[in-house]
């Protein structure tokens, strides 16, 4: 196993640049390269998938590179977001990199256990090792924009290809630039991939115009807001009510919760959504550090944006406690 790499907090421009080099030097020395990231992916996963599978093709275009894991059809504008069929032996002489994934069970293809080596490049909190080399940064907006950053830091070429991919993980991940994530470093790097050829009209368009059945959707959600006394904003999902929408839980429990962000005197707010009998939890903060309770219920993230997956009904009404009690300390 080779030496562990890892960056737990945001470090400077001296600490990162050599880690970025590493790992540039491992995707160097490998003939076959397997990109892994979270299952049922959002825009930065794919995003960075996608990015990082076009930048390393278009810098060393002698390297077979392959991206594992399922296709959302969400994402579908970006090009080469088809994933890739790889067989099993390919990944015994292969590095496989885990993108934006902080817990090995998410990860989108478990063959990577098998590879000859293992790299992630994350921008979660730190939960556990996955692999055997790791950059773990999450001072990082946005995995995207980590990979990004290497890109720029080691003298790497982005197509407009690339740029696109990159550029979708980064405005979905920081919320449009709005999240607190965003800092001058995500304006600099979205700025070089802009130059870079990025179309933002198209993946702006892509991302965020909706057909009008989507919008009756998002008002229907709406309706359904209900608050906790200290004013946490949840809205709960019956898997019956799923399936009338005509939505796929993704679009309901991670495309939706933002409906409640906003609201004057809210500071944390949750998606409860009923899925293949468990409960998707998306968890939301405009303050508090949400990601403990993520944590004790399974999941994890970031401070102000977690998610969690558990039994039921009843486990989401104790978790609501607990955001309750957390809203009610923070004012």
Request: net charge negative; hydrophobic share 40%.
């Given at each position: 196993?080779?030496?562990?790499?890892?960056?737990?907090?945001?470090?400077?421009?001296?600490?990162?640049?050599?880690?970025?080099e590493?790992?540039?030097?491992?995707i160097?020395?490998a003939?076959?390269?397997?990109?892994?990231?979270?299952q049922?992916p959002?825009?930065?996963?794919?995003?960075?998938?996608?990015?990082?599978k076009?930048?390393?093709?278009?810098?060393?275009?002698?390297?077979?590179?392959?991206?594992?894991?399922?296709?959302?059809?969400?994402?579908?504008?970006?090009?080469?977001?088809?994933?890739?069929e790889?067989?099993?032996?390919?990944?015994?002489?292969?590095?496989?990199?885990?993108?934006?994934?902080?817990?090995?069970?998410?990860?989108?293809?478990?063959r990577?256990?098998?590879?000859?080596?293992?790299?992630?490049?994350?921008?979660?909190l730190?939960?556990?090792?996955?692999?055997?080399?790791?950059?773990?940064?999450?001072?990082?907006?946005?995995?995207?924009?980590?990979?990004?950053?290497?890109?720029?830091?080691?003298?790497?070429?982005?197509?407009?290809?690339?740029?696109?991919?990159?550029?979708t993980?980064?405005?979905t991940?920081?919320?449009?630039?709005?999240?607190?994530?965003?800092t001058?470093r995500?304006?600099?790097?979205?700025?070089?991939?802009?130059?870079?050829?990025?179309?933002?009209?198209?993946?702006?368009?892509?991302?965020?115009?909706?057909?009008?059945?989507?919008?009756r959707?998002k008002?229907?959600?709406?309706?359904?807001?209900?608050?906790?006394?200290?004013?946490?904003?949840?809205?709960?999902?019956?898997?019956?009510?799923?399936?009338?929408?005509?939505?796929?839980?993704?679009?309901?429990?991670?495309?939706?919760?933002?409906?409640?962000?906003?609201?004057?005197?809210?500071?944390?707010?949750?998606?409860?959504?009923?899925?293949?009998?468990?409960?998707?939890?998306?968890?939301?903060?405009?303050?508090?550090?949400?990601?403990?309770?993520?944590?004790?219920?399974?999941?994890?993230?970031?401070?102000?944006?977690?998610?969690?997956?558990?039994?039921?009904?009843?486990?989401?009404?104790?978790?609501?406690?607990?955001l309750?009690?957390?809203?009610g300390?923070?004012?």
């Open positions: 196993m080779a030496p562990l790499f890892i960056a737990l907090v945001a470090f400077s421009w001296y600490h990162v640049k050599p880690m970025f590493k790992a540039i030097e491992l160097k020395k003939n076959t390269i397997i990109i892994h990231r979270h049922k959002d825009g930065d996963a794919i995003g960075a998938q996608v990015g990082l076009n930048l390393i093709l278009d810098n060393y275009p002698q390297k077979k590179v392959y991206a594992v894991g399922d296709s959302p059809e969400r994402y579908g504008f970006i090009e080469g977001s088809m994933m890739d790889v067989e099993d032996d390919v990944f015994l002489d292969a590095l496989s990199i885990i993108l934006d994934t902080s817990a090995p069970q998410l990860i989108s293809d478990n990577y256990t098998s590879a000859l080596m293992t790299l992630r490049i994350d921008h979660h730190f939960v556990e090792r996955i692999a055997d080399a790791e950059i773990v940064d999450p001072s990082f907006e946005s995995c995207a924009g980590e990979i990004a950053f290497m890109a720029i830091e080691t003298g790497l070429s982005i197509s407009s290809i690339c740029a696109n991919a990159l550029y993980g980064m405005v991940d920081s919320g449009r630039f709005q999240y607190d994530s965003t001058s995500t304006f600099s790097t979205a700025s070089v991939l802009l130059k870079a050829g990025a179309d933002i009209a198209t993946i702006y368009s892509s991302l965020y115009v909706d057909d009008f059945l989507m919008m959707r008002a229907e959600y709406t309706l359904k807001i209900q608050f906790t006394d200290n004013l946490v904003a949840y809205v709960y999902m019956t898997e019956k009510e799923l399936q009338q929408t005509g939505l796929d839980a993704f679009s309901v429990s991670r495309g939706m919760v933002n409906t409640m962000a906003n609201i004057k005197g809210t500071k944390i707010w949750v998606s409860f959504t009923e899925s293949n009998k468990k409960v998707l939890c998306e968890l939301r903060s405009s303050g508090p550090d949400i990601n403990p309770i993520a944590v004790k219920y399974g999941g994890g993230g970031h401070k102000k944006a977690s998610g969690a997956t558990i039994a039921d009904h009843d486990t989401a009404m104790k978790m609501l406690e607990d309750n009690r957390m809203a300390e923070y004012r």
